[in-house]
């Protein structure tokens, strides 16, 4: 299997792409990106891929702008020097939140981008927790979407007394994301009004659901500036909850999340490795849970030919 199977970084994360090649136990795969005195971006192969399986690792992170180039160049290169399949996994689908026409004369770039990464040489994707189920059709060759719920809600079941929790989801449109967590914890749901008045301000009203003395874990599939989960808390503390806890799959962190989650009376926030987080935004509360083990398996089940859903039985 081995011999066939080739996994490249296209830079913006390459840890994880390294650590899904121990697991898989492959080198990762060598490629030069470099930027030409121009600002354009260079993408050459450095090694042979005439007829292998070929898996391009890329978060779409700050600057997403440059990632989403550098996929594209690398897919576009591989294409070019004859790879059997390409791949496209993308841990981080941050256009997926650009799924609907809410404003007049928007683009859906969630639509656009899928739209590139075909137009590249991208055979199929495979991803993780995307903002919206919809999103998926967005696509028009396979997807494999993976989900991170299992593994950061095992880590809560370890760490807490259930019997004392109620999963909190922020808004109604993450009601059902939050009631798949709920779910597999076994335990009650709790949704907050919420309403957005910009990007960075969320206000936020009442709690729907029984949280008076309980534990709460509060799920999102993202947190970005960490507005929404600093009017999460205070309403939470308004219902007088006892203590909060956080999940998230992608950790993006941008603008003051960081101050102001280091500031809240979160007691924990568990994120997955899907974006690559520096040393300047760790901090004590954030607990970080690797996707490595299973981003490898899936790539060698989809590899094989095997059911990637088969993962989630």
Do not use: W
């Given at each position: 299997?081995?011999?066939?199977?080739?996994?490249?970084?296209?830079?913006?994360?390459?840890?994880?792409?390294?650590?899904?090649?121990?697991?898989?136990?492959?080198?990762?795969?060598?490629?030069?990106?470099?930027?030409?005195?121009?600002?354009?971006?260079?993408?050459?192969?450095?090694?042979?891929?005439?007829?292998?399986?070929?898996?391009?690792?890329?978060?779409?992170?700050?600057?997403?702008?440059?990632?989403?180039?550098?996929?594209?160049?690398?897919?576009?290169?591989?294409?070019?020097?004859?790879?059997?399949?390409?791949?496209?996994?993308?841990?981080?689908?941050?256009?997926?939140?650009?799924?609907?026409?809410?404003?007049?004369?928007?683009?859906?770039?969630?639509?656009?981008?899928?739209?590139?990464?075909?137009?590249?040489?991208?055979?199929?994707?495979?991803?993780?927790?995307?903002?919206?189920?919809?999103?998926?059709?967005?696509?028009?060759?396979?997807?494999?979407?993976?989900?991170?719920?299992?593994?950061?809600?095992?880590?809560?079941?370890?760490?807490l007394d259930l019997s004392k929790v109620v999963v909190v989801a922020t808004d109604a449109g993450g009601a059902k994301r939050a009631g798949r967590f709920a779910e597999r914890l076994k335990t009650s749901m709790a949704i907050i009004d919420k309403r957005r008045i910009s990007d960075s301000d969320v206000k936020q009203g009442l709690v729907v659901g029984n949280?008076?003395?309980?534990?709460?874990?509060?799920?999102?599939?993202?947190?970005?500036?960490?507005?929404?989960?600093?009017?999460?808390?205070?309403?939470?503390?308004?219902?007088?909850?006892?203590?909060?806890?956080?999940?998230?799959?992608?950790?993006?962190?941008?603008?003051?999340?960081?101050?102001?989650?280091?500031?809240?009376?979160?007691?924990?926030?568990?994120?997955?490795?899907?974006?690559?987080?520096?040393?300047?935004?760790?901090?004590?509360?954030?607990?970080?849970?690797?996707?490595?083990?299973?981003?490898?398996?899936?790539?060698?089940?989809?590899?094989?030919?095997?059911?990637?859903?088969?993962?989630?039985?």
């Amino acid at each position: 299997m081995n011999d066939n199977l080739k996994v490249f970084s296209s830079g913006a994360n390459t840890a994880l792409a390294k650590e899904i090649c121990n697991h898989i136990g492959i080198p990762l795969s060598q490629i030069e990106i470099s930027r030409f005195s121009n600002d354009n971006l260079f993408v050459q192969i450095q090694e042979s891929v005439r007829e292998k399986d070929v898996f391009v690792i890329q978060s779409l992170t700050h600057p997403a702008s440059d990632h989403i180039m550098a996929l594209m160049l690398t897919m576009d290169a591989l294409r070019s020097a004859s790879a059997r399949r390409i791949t496209a996994v993308i841990p981080y689908y941050s256009y997926a939140r650009s799924d609907k026409k809410d404003a007049p004369r928007i683009s859906i770039a969630g639509r656009l981008i899928a739209d590139l990464l075909k137009t590249a040489g991208a055979d199929r994707v495979l991803t993780m927790d995307l903002h919206s189920d919809s999103v998926h059709g967005f696509f028009s060759m396979p997807v494999d979407h993976l989900t991170a719920v299992p593994i950061i809600c095992d880590y809560f079941a370890r760490s807490l007394d259930l019997s004392k929790v109620v999963v909190v989801a922020t808004d109604a449109g993450g009601a059902k994301r939050a009631g798949r967590f709920a779910e597999r914890l076994k335990t009650s749901m709790a949704i907050i009004d919420k309403r957005r008045i910009s990007d960075s301000d969320v206000k936020q009203g009442l709690v729907v659901g029984n949280v008076e003395g309980k534990d709460a874990i509060v799920f999102e599939d993202e947190i970005s500036t960490g507005s929404t989960l600093v009017a999460t808390i205070q309403t939470l503390e308004k219902a007088r909850v006892r203590k909060i806890y956080v999940g998230a799959t992608h950790p993006v962190l941008c603008g003051n999340a960081v101050k102001n989650l280091k500031a809240s009376p979160i007691e924990e926030i568990v994120v997955s490795n899907t974006v690559y987080i520096p040393k300047d935004k760790q901090f004590p509360k954030l607990k970080v849970l690797s996707m490595g083990p299973l981003f490898s398996r899936a790539i060698s089940r989809i590899h094989t030919g095997e059911s990637v859903s088969a993962l989630f039985e």
